[in-house]
Antibody, heavy 117, light 107 residues
Framework: EVQLVESGGGLVQPGRSMKLSCAAS????????MAWVRQAPTKGLEWVAT????????YYRDSVKGRFTISRDNAKSTLYLQMNSLRSEDTATYYC??????????WGQGVMVTVSS | DIQMTQSPSFLSASVGDRVTINCKAS??????LNWYQQKLGEAPKLLIY???SLQTGIPSRFSGSGSGTDFTLTISSLQPEDVATYFC?????????FGAGTKLELK
């Protein structure tokens, strides 16, 4: 059974950093691209970043470029999102999701990030 | 960025009704359109990928159609467990963009 379990969220002050993790199991992690998608409270879904199966390619939405870094450790089957210079508009539930060619097929339960002083 | 215009934003229907939800892309996205269901407090669940392919384990009352810029999700006979918010997602180009969602409730 495919499982994606996010961790590392919580309350953080504006301008500070936070690192999210996503532990994957139930599939060969190194065969799939992975992504982070977020959802602000009572809002819709917003793609954040994607990383290729081997980590050689990364893609970001404009509003997080230069502040967020997506990475992966295939030996540990773990995806990461390093978030620096956090802003109030980054407040959201962050979902880890598996990219299966042209769609996101499995999602974690999400982790809440609140950016507030 | 490709804009995804989803309609309606809210839908009230009765058990057994046929329900349709639409997504229109601001430019051609071929068939790279996916549909998700999100129930309150849960993660999104993939229903349809590549415009019309039913994800494994999803009931056959769900179907998708369309290509290019216009797409439709159809629930052939609404069930109580279908109460949720539905989103479309274009996966044709970066950044991947979602529709704003359709909240489906029972009448």
């Amino acid at each position: 059974e495919v499982q994606l379990v996010e961790s590392g969220g919580g309350l953080v002050q504006p301008g500070r950093s936070m690192k999210l993790s996503c532990a994957a199991s139930g599939f060969t992690f190194s065969n799939y691209g992975m992504a982070w998608v977020r959802q602000a409270p009572t809002k819709g879904l917003e793609w954040v970043a994607t990383i290729s199966y081997d980590g050689s390619s990364t893609y970001y939405r404009d509003s997080v470029k230069g502040r967020f870094t997506i990475s992966r450790d295939n030996a540990k089957s773990t995806l990461y999102l390093q978030m620096n210079s956090l802003r109030s508009e980054d407040t959201a539930t962050y979902y880890c999701t598996r990219e299966n060619w042209a769609y996101f097929d499995y999602w974690g339960q999400g982790v809440m990030v609140t950016v507030s002083s | 960025d490709i804009q995804m215009t989803q309609s309606p934003s809210f839908l009230s229907a009765s058990v057994g009704d046929r329900v349709t939800i639409n997504c229109k892309a601001s430019q051609n996205i071929n068939r790279y359109l996916n549909w998700y269901q999100q129930k309150l407090g849960e993660a999104p669940k993939l229903l349809i990928y590549n415009a019309n392919s039913l994800q494994t384990g999803i009931p056959s009352r769900f179907s998708g159609s369309g290509s290019g810029t216009d797409f439709t999700l159809t629930i052939s006979s609404l069930q109580p467990e279908d109460v949720a918010t539905y989103f479309c997602l274009q996966h044709n180009s970066w950044p991947n963009t979602f529709g704003a969602g359709t909240k489906l409730e029972l009448k």
